[in-house]
């Protein structure tokens, strides 16, 4: 069974930043891809960065220049910089990890965290 854990939210106003860390535990071999994704009130949850084992990022339109994905395939941690934060960046934060491969060879296609709350204020 494979766990993620975020930590790194808060409270901070416009143009402050913030970095998010995500923590993956659970005899894992190897993951494809890491990255975060977001859910503010009232919307459906959208994606806005994930990295692969390469360290290749994908960014949404409305973060890129603004937040840096990263990750540390050794430790099965993946970061999120955020820079600039506009009220907009307001959500529920999830790490997700895909294609994660167990030691024991077992096999999972997607898993979450149980998300950390960013709140930008104005």
């Known amino acids: 069974q494979v766990h993620l854990a975020e930590s790194g939210g808060g409270l901070v106003q416009v143009g402050g930043s913030l970095r998010l860390s995500c923590a993956a535990s659970?005899?894992?071999?190897?993951?494809?891809?890491m990255g975060w994704y977001r859910q503010a009130p009232g919307k459906q949850r959208e994606m806005v960065a994930q990295?692969?084992?390469?360290?290749?990022?994908t960014y949404a339109v409305s973060v890129k220049g603004r937040f840096t994905v990263s990750r540390d395939n050794a430790e099965n941690m993946v970061y999120l910089q955020m820079n600039n934060l506009e009220p907009e960046d307001t959500a529920v934060y999830y790490c997700?990890?895909?294609?994660?491969?167990?030691?024991?060879?077992?096999?999972?296609?997607?898993?979450y965290g149980p998300g950390t709350q960013v709140i930008v204020s104005s």
């Open positions: 990295i692969d084992e390469r360290g290749s990022p």
């Open positions: 997700n990890a895909r294609d994660v491969y167990s030691r024991s060879g077992v096999y999972g296609s997607d898993y």
């Open positions: 659970g005899n894992i071999l190897r993951i494809n891809t």
